[in-house]
């Protein structure tokens, strides 16, 4: 049984749609967090999310806009997308201050 | 703001040849130090975490250092399957607990 899945795993879409990316996971930790991962393999937070509450939202265009419907779940959904929002996006889940667990990554082109 | 600065970019290393990752970091109250291991096309996998100065952690080839101001990743007598690019992380102690990850290093074992 997969840690953290999230879907899709490829999302290729033009300019202008609106897309969403979900993820869950099943080890009952109580933080969530969406990172962005540019083509030079830069890790960078968007938001974190604990018990379903919103805790960390990086400075990310209003675009943007995660949900959390309960503890378990972390979706991203995207407005408007523009070229540069082509990147990998992972899901991740955490307990406490011990080290994350990743989702596989969804990798995103906009054309 | 927290910084992560690791070195070298990339290590080509002979199978059996031990080398060394550097991670150095500034942050405003270390609550922890990460390394993760990510492989091509895969979400970034936990190694270690290091709480305080002088501590260490070990896994297999990998011995995880951590000193007031980095971290080293010694890998001895390496294999081919160690190649991966290695991630390390600080997560500061601030109230949100927020994680900030470097560049990595991308490692390549030749047989």
């Known amino acids: 049984d997969t840690a953290v899945s999230q879907t899709p795993k490829y999302l290729v879409t033009q300019m202008g749609n609106d897309k969403s990316i979900k993820c869950e996971q099943n080890l009952g930790h109580d933080t969530m967090y969406w990172y962005k991962q540019d083509s030079k393999k830069f890790l960078k937070i968007m938001f974190s999310?604990?018990?379903?509450?919103?805790?960390i939202n990086e400075t990310v265009p209003n675009r943007f806009s995660p949900k959390s419907p309960d503890k378990a779940h972390l979706n991203l959904h995207i407005n408007s997308l523009e070229l540069g929002d082509s990147a990998v996006y992972f899901c991740a889940s955490s307990q406490y201050n011990y080290g994350y667990t990743f989702g596989s990554g969804t990798r995103l082109t906009v054309v | 703001e927290d910084q992560v600065t690791q070195s070298p970019e990339a290590l080509r290393l002979q199978e059996g040849e031990s080398s060394s990752l550097n991670c150095s970091y500034t942050v405003s109250g270390l609550r922890g130090l990460f390394w993760y291991r990510q492989d091509p096309g895969k979400g970034p996998e936990f190694l270690f975490t290091?709480?305080?100065a002088g501590e260490e952690k070990e896994k297999e080839r990998l011995k995880a250092t951590l000193t007031k101001k980095e971290s080293f990743l010694h890998i001895t007598a390496p294999k081919p399957e160690d190649s991966a690019t290695y991630l390390c992380?600080?997560?500061?102690?601030?109230?949100?607990?927020?994680?900030?990850f470097g560049t990595g290093t991308k490692l390549q074992v030749i047989p």
């Open positions: 999310y604990n018990n379903k509450e919103l805790i």
């Open positions: 992380a600080v997560m500061n102690s601030g109230g949100y607990q927020k994680v900030t």
């Open positions: 290091l709480y305080s």
